[in-house]
Structure formats: C-alpha cells, structure tokens
C-alpha cells in the first residue's frame, strides 16, 4: 500500500480527513487509507472517516470489508457532525446488502430491506400510519369504486363531488417526504420481485402521497389561496387557475425536466422535484405490482367495494402519461 506524504504527527483529526478525501478524489486510494486510518486511530471515534474507509473498500472486490467499515460508522453514528448523515450511510449499506445478497434468504434482498425498514423507524408520517392500521388504508382508497365526498374550495361553499383512485387518496392523506421517500420506492420495487404486490402498492402509494404532498405546497407557495381538489386542475385542465403544464396555444414541450420557456420559468421547479423525487420510477413501480395484482384477481375475483384492477391500471397510465409524455411507450417494470 502507497504511503501517504510525510506530516506532522499532531495535525489534527479533521485535517487529515480532509487530506484523505483529497487523495480519495485524485484516485490516490492507498494514501486515502492511510489518512483516514490516522484520523481514526487519533480521534479515537470518527464516523465519518470510517465510511470513507468504506467507500475505499468499494473500488475494489471487498464487499464484506466495505460492508463492515459501514457498520462501523452507523455504530457511531452518535457522533456524526451531521445527524442526518446517518440515512446516507444507511442507504449505502442497503445498497451493498442488496448486492451481496445470495438468493438464500426467505425473500430476495431482506437484509436490505430490513436496513430500509431502519430507515422508515424515523418516519413520523410512515409510524403514524403504522400505529392506525397501516398501508392497507391506502390501497383501499386507491381501489374502492368512486364515493361522494365534501370539497372545501378557497372562494366557494363546499362542493360535492364523487372521487376516485389517487385524487380520492391525496384527498384522504396528505404527508410530505423527505429523507424516507427512496426508502419506500426501494422496498415497493423490491416487494414486486418478491411478489408482495400488497406491499409494494402500499409503499408505493405512500412515496406518491408525499411527491404530490410536496408539490401541493410549492403550489400553495405560488397561490396562497390554492385548495387541494383533485389532481386535474393541476395536470389535466388548461383552463385552470393553477394549471402547472403548457397555456393553452403555446409552444413547446410540457413535461418533468422539459426546457423552460418564458412563460413556464415559476413552475420549472416543480417539474423538476418531480423528476428528481423518482416519480415516474414510481409510477411504473405501481403499475408492475398492479400487473402481478390483475394476475391474482383472475384467480380470485373482484371484491364487490373495488374496482377492476384493469381499471385502476388505466387511471396509472394516465397520471403517468401526463407527467411523462416522453416515457410514454417505454418499459415499465
């Protein structure tokens, strides 16, 4: 191993972990180890060094070795100068789980989807949800056939309207998502491998809930006086006062991440959270469980207080049409 350039023996900890990332980045691995090593061995506890041992590991062949040093930094994860980092860690040792998994588990991947399920114990909204009954509120709102709810409206009386499917469900639950939202997208993408479509929809509605939670905000940033109504008068309706998509007779492509004309520059933002947040990854998360679902329903039948799961299908396909349109056509698995 390459030993790093001759210092003084007193620099203090954090000097020679950002000397060791210097050398990390210049590709110099083995005077990165030696750095992050004497960090280490002088502080006595540093986290944060020990993960970028880890992450030294990973340009090689040692997963145990990576996976090891990863656990280390969590053991210490007390002691991290940013609190936060700790679901970063997290995310990295799932990642590596997932990796090393050897297909000999009782279902794929469930060392990382345990490490996942660490994560989701510091989501308020997620253990609210859990202490209530759990996912199944949300595969229930997204399936039962439309009802007749009350809608309060910013300058009207409440109006009634019947509801369905996802706007049924925002107008149920509303929860933004932060440090969680990838962690219910991996567990719902790897329940669908492992054939708990239940699970995966629930997970999956769960992440959309938050997007779209998000989204309703940054609206409400722009138009103080927005009322959440249903999903269309977003997406669907040009006419709209808080239409997000393309003005009727303009030019130019409208869809997450699309070029920015003049008149789109206060909504760009939001297209790009929502490309960004993975929601057409979700999306297709959805459709996948919702395909191995239509599967199961051939066997057993439709519930009389649900729709068809072809019909749900559809109502997918069309939100994921309308925030997508260049996805449109492309594999959703």
Known sequence: MAQAASEPDHLPS????????QAFEQKRYGDATVYFRRAVDQRGIYPEAEAALAQIAS?????????LQLQKALDE??????????????????DLRLR????????????????????????????GVNQAGGLDGYYNALMAKASIVNLKTATEPSITKNLIGINRLLYLYRHPLGFSLRAHQEIAALSVTNRAYKVAIGHSLFALVGIFSTVVEQVRALHPDYVFRNLDELFAVPTSEVYLGKPVGSQGATHAGSP????FVKYQPIWDYLRSAGTLKTFDTLLAALGGLAQEEKLMGTPPDQRPVKEVIAEVQHWRGLLFPSAQGKSRG
């Open 14 to 21: 954090w000097v020679l972990y950002g000397l060791g990332q």
């Open 59 to 67: 340009q090689g062949e040692g997963l145990a070795l990576q996976e």
């Open 77 to 94: 994860r007390g002691l991290l100068q940013v609190p936060d980092d700790r679901y970063a860690l997290l995310y990295a040792l799932a």
């Open 100 to 127: 090393m998994d050897t297909g000999k588990s009782v279902e794929k991947g469930e060392a990382a989807l345990e490490t996942w399920r660490e994560i989701l114990k510091d989501d308020a909204a997620y253990q």
């Open 260 to 263: 920015n004309p003049g008149w």
